[in-house]
Structures are given as C-alpha cells and as structure tokens.
C-alpha cells in the first residue's frame, strides 16, 4: 500500500483495528511532510516539502459561475532530502520499469522547440501510445516540465488538465478570455495559470450549463433514492431503543472547534484555547457525576478506555458529550521527549457501528461511559 499526505492510523475510526491492519501488509510505503503515527508504521518513508517549500495548487472555488484556480510558487527552498510528489511519482513508475525513458526523445526534442511545437508532438504521441494514457502526469513531467521557468515542474500536468478543459468547455473557457483556434485557448489558459500569481478566472459558466451536466437519462435530479424509502416505510415499526446501561453517553467523537485541524499542525503551541482537547459533558451530567470543568475524568467506549480532561458546557444537552478532532498526536520537545496533546477520537470509535449504507462508521455517535477520576 502506497499511503500520501494521510494518516489513516490516526484519522480513520477504529484505530487500534487499522494499525493491526497496516501491520499485516508486505510493504507499506508512506508520502508526507511528517513521520505521522501512519509512517512510523511503514517500511519506507518519502519526505515530501510543506506547501510553502513547493508548487502547489488552491482548488477552493466559492465564486461560481467565476472559476478561479490558484497556482503558488515556493516561498521557501525544499529542506535538503526532500522531493516533490511528482518527482517522486516519476521514480517510482521508472523504477517499476512502467515507462521506457527512450520512449520520450521525440518530446524531449518537441519541448525544446516550443510549446507549439510540443502539443502537436504530444497529442499524436498520445494517440499512438494508448496504454500510457495512465501515466500521461508523468510523461508530462519529464519531458515538458524541465522547460518551465522558476523550476515549475511540477506544474506540467496542469498543461494537459488545461488543454483537455479548454477541448471540453470552450464556451466557458472563451467567456474567461481564452480565445483562438486550436490548441490556442488551452495554451493561453495554461500560461495564465503558470504567471498567474494571485489566481486565474480559468472559466465563466452560465447557470443553464449546470442543468447540461447532470448524467441522469431524463436531466433531472433523482430525490427518490428507493432503498431508503423503504427504510422509511419501515420507520413505524421500529421499536423504541432501549437505553445501554454500560454504555448510557453518546459520544460525538471529532467535534470541530475553533482551534482543531488536520494533523499536519502537530506543535500545540499554535492551539491558544483548549490545548488538552477537552471533553465537553453537560451541566446536569457533569453535576450529576461530580465533574468540574479542568478536571479529568474516565472516557469508555467498546474499543477503548481512556483518561481525559473536562469541559462543562452548556452547549451540550443531558447524555450527549464530544471530543475535538485532531488531537491525540505527539510533538517532539526541546528535552528529545515527545509530548501528547489530547486524545484520538479514533482510539474509541468502532468498525463494527457502521452505517448499514454507506458502511461508514458512525463517529457522532459512540456509545460511551462517563466516570470521574478523583482529584
């Protein structure tokens, strides 16, 4: 298994069943920033730069019909012992014998002359090569992008994404600017995305073209979906749930607060409210149980137990509780030690409580037990 830029030991549920998942695996191969709890479990590791070190892409789009896309050059040089994800997406495939290098002179020697020169080279190499279709990224970034300025690279590929667009929505494209014949708007496109500093209008829609896009045979919105009208029909004759003696708290495991985030963020230095990753009880539970905000008390669910801090919220109704999202990951400290902020949700969630649909197991909601911890 090839792993990148995730943490599946810590951000997917039922952790303790995923390490043990992991561990069975011949090889595991893990690409990111940091030695997560993921690439402390793997094989080999592949050091990938920060966003900040690297091209990198915004894919953000909150002004329909406008479309914008931002291309970002590196603020800073790659720490020495770093490549970027194309680069090393390149050697990995070389590597597998998946692409004959002598197979890409012809674009070598188009791209030498020119973009122009280049598309009518690469289209017809496409052509005549279908099955490299797959690992047209990676022709991309061998042969067209040593030819990019200021080391963009690993932009190559957005050349094909902006050629192929242009192809597919020429009505958008041109609205947007791009203009011309041929290969033109897809080259106007690709070079306003690479000098683009602050982001491309790379399209303009019109509304009508949304309802176009809809892949229904009638183009229309299916809202009956029958599998679930028949769970409704059966609604009636559900019986009423029982309350869990063990396990009477339903534990929203992964609340978003203002200061939570993906675990890229590992120094919690950057958290200036709820460092410890409180868990949050009602003021009737917690005075029930005889909890206090800052105290600790003892969180149990079917996979685990574990000891946390408390916060008394009057956010929350009686029986329900919930843990922040991101937390329970490890720091390096100044002394070589590694300090624990918080607790992983996903050390409590269980496989098993699953959606009956989806099969996405259920994290909002965790039957749970609630105990304090004396003082």
């Given at each position: ?29 893990v690409i990111d920033v940091a030695l997560t709890e993921t690439a402390r479990l793997a094989h080999y ?19 329909f019909p406008r479309n914008y896309f931002h291309l970002r050059k590196p603020l800073f040089a790659a ?47 496409n052509a005549m090569n279908p099955s490299l279709q797959r690992l047209v990224p990676v022709v991309l ?235």
């Amino acid at each position: 298994m090839i792993v990148e830029a995730a943490n599946p030991a810590h951000s997917l549920a039922d952790s303790p069943k995923m390490r043990e998942a992991l561990a069975s695996l011949d090889t595991l191969v893990v690409i990111d920033v940091a030695l997560t709890e993921t690439a402390r479990l793997a094989h080999y590791v592949l050091p990938a730069p920060t966003q900040y070190e690297k091209w990198e892409a915004t894919f953000f789009n909150f002004e329909f019909p406008r479309n914008y896309f931002h291309l970002r050059k590196p603020l800073f040089a790659a720490p020495e012992g770093t490549l970027p994800e194309p680069e090393i997406h390149a050697r990995l495939v070389e590597a597998l014998g998946a692409l004959d290098p002598a197979l890409l002179e012809p674009l070598h020697a188009a791209a030498a002359k020119g973009r122009a020169a280049f598309a009518e080279a690469f289209f017809a190499f496409n052509a005549m090569n279908p099955s490299l279709q797959r690992l047209v990224p990676v022709v991309l970034h061998r042969t067209l992008g040593p030819t990019l300025p200021e080391g963009a690279a690993s932009a190559a590929a957005l050349w094909g994404a902006a050629h192929l667009f242009a192809m597919a929505n020429p009505d958008s494209v041109r609205r947007a600017g791009f203009t011309g014949e041929g290969f033109e708007p897809g080259e106007k496109l690709f070079d306003a995305i690479l000098n683009g500093r602050s982001g491309v209008v790379f399209s303009i829609d019109d509304y009508e073209d949304s309802w176009k896009r809809l892949a229904t045979a009638d183009g229309k919105i299916q809202l009956v979906v029958p599998e679930l009208m028949q769970e409704l029909d059966k609604l009636d004759e559900l019986p009423s749930a029982a309350p869990d003696r063990d396990f009477p708290f339903v534990l929203a495991a992964g609340e978003r607060r203002a200061f939570t985030a993906n675990t890229i963020f590992r120094d919690p230095a950057w958290r200036k409210e709820d460092a410890a990753g409180a868990l949050r009880v009602s003021p009737a539970d917690a005075e029930r149980l005889g909890l206090v905000t800052g105290g600790r008390a003892r969180l149990t669910t079917r996979r685990a137990s574990v000891e946390v801090a408390v916060e008394v919220s009057d956010t929350l109704q009686p029986g329900h509780i919930t843990l922040p999202n991101g937390l329970g990951i490890d720091f390096p400290r100044g002394d070589g030690d590694r300090a624990l902020a918080g607790v992983a949700p996903n050390e409590l969630t269980v496989a098993e409580d699953r959606d009956p649909f989806a099969g996405t197991p259920w994290h909002k909601r965790v039957p749970a037990r609630l105990e304090a911890v004396p003082g």
